[in-house]
């Protein structure tokens, strides 16, 4: 593991407020205030579970409950932290809706089109160009009934898509088709979808992307372009501190 530059607690321990503080910029777990009892406090969110966990704001000490949590996602995700280049800009897709007079529903006049493009590019002779997407998928949905509002999120694991720039935007459109057809026979009607977060990985090296907008009619492409750029540590021969594993593993360990 890449040892991060390290604080220290009161008591003379190596802190995990740096592996935390990578976590939250990569957007693994959101720091936010929330309605705690009576009043407010600060938590972290793990953003795979949606558990929440006490953590007072910018503080080197870190409770137990939630060192074991910065812990375990660290070690999870370390490899895609270490060699992956994240975009944190929101990508809109941009949806056309139709109204029956009952309820709202995504025009899809262009989804059989898109889906035959994307299947056809899968399997024709550019499978010699793949790349590893991954990404997180927001869905901003309307019950039909009550009208109040949801906002559903997925980050499926990481997909090898071939077809260069022009594979991965065809891939994205097509995740958008299958959240249209997973929630429109639903009691929700869709308000918006975006893209959180998205990786791109090609051998050793990571594309940087920059799409301003995901076009779902007319125009196949909307992007700003690709910046490739190979990754690098600044300690690729360090190691986590070995009470990082003795904390995850500790069978005596309490919570606190």
């Not at 959180?196 to 920059?210: A, C, D, E, S, W």
Request: net charge neutral; proline share 3%; charged share 25%.
């Amino acid at each position: 593991m890449t040892m991060l530059p390290q604080q220290f607690t009161k008591d003379g321990l190596p802190s995990l407020k740096p592996y935390l503080d990578v976590l939250l910029k990569n957007g693994y777990v959101e720091e936010k205030e929330v309605k705690w009892g009576k009043g407010y406090r600060n938590v972290i969110i793990n953003n795979e579970n949606s558990k929440k966990y006490q953590y007072k704001k910018a503080s080197i000490e870190i409770n137990n409950n939630l060192k074991k949590v910065i812990v375990s996602l660290y070690i999870i995700h370390e490899k895609s932290l270490n060699e992956k280049m994240i975009n944190n800009n929101k990508i809109n897709v941009d949806l056309k809706f139709d109204n029956d007079g009952d309820r709202t529903w995504v025009n899809k006049d262009t989804f059989l089109e898109i889906q035959t493009e994307h299947d056809n590019l899968q399997d024709s002779g550019t499978l010699n160009d793949p790349w590893g997407v991954e990404f997180r998928i927001a869905v901003h949905l309307k019950h039909v009934d009550t009208q109040k509002t949801y906002t559903k999120q997925a980050f499926p694991p990481m997909t090898m898509v071939y077809g260069g720039n022009k594979g991965v935007l065809l891939f994205l459109k097509q995740k958008v088709i299958e959240t249209v057809y997973r929630y429109e026979d639903s009691e929700y009607e869709i308000i918006s979808i975006d893209f959180k977060q998205l990786y791109i990985q090609k051998r050793n090296q990571t594309n940087n992307v920059k799409f301003s907008k995901i076009k779902m009619y007319g125009t196949v492409f909307n992007y700003k372009g690709f910046m490739l750029e190979a990754m690098k540590t600044e300690n690729p021969n360090c190691c986590v501190p070995e009470y990082i594993h003795d904390l995850l593993n500790n069978q005596f360990e309490t919570d606190g």
